[in-house]
């Protein structure tokens, strides 16, 4: 089991940017895959990007490739997500949330992680 609190989010103007931090506590946080879910006002938690337990792999939704950027620092137990070109539609609590796997396969189904932190507002104004 794994700790993890999310940091960084806030209030900011379409077209700009943030970085959330997901710091976690607990034991052996380099073998478990880590990743980034959302919930809209209104709507699912959806999956947003993830990063595998070396940070060899990973995987995004469409709508936020290429604006969207997942890393790891295993030496400091923290996972980031820089946001660039933020659009109103991105307005959600981010989640962060682990699972423990040596494997490249990341899932994007929110059943399969066991860890999860209490959420971070972001919210993208027009």
């Known amino acids: 089991q794994v700790r993890l609190v999310e940091s960084g989010g806030g209030l900011v103007q379409a077209g700009g940017s943030l970085r959330l931090s997901c710091s976690a506590s607990?034991?052996?946080?380099?073998?478990?895959?880590v990743g980034w879910f959302r919930q809209p006002p209104g709507k699912e938690r959806e999956f947003a990007a993830a990063v595998t337990w070396n940070g060899g792999s990973v995987a995004y939704v469409d709508s936020v490739k290429g604006r969207f950027t997942i890393s790891r620092d295993n030496a400091k137990n923290t996972v980031y997500l820089q946001m660039n070109s933020l659009k109103p539609e991105d307005t959600a609590i981010y989640y962060c949330?682990?699972?423990?796997?040596?494997?490249?396969?990341?899932?994007?189904?929110?059943?399969?992680?066991?860890?999860w932190g209490r959420g971070t507002q972001v919210t993208v104004s027009s």
């Open positions: 607990g034991r052996a946080f380099n073998t478990y895959v």
């Open positions: 949330t682990a699972r423990q796997s040596y494997s490249d396969y990341i899932s994007r189904d929110r059943m399969n992680y066991d860890n």
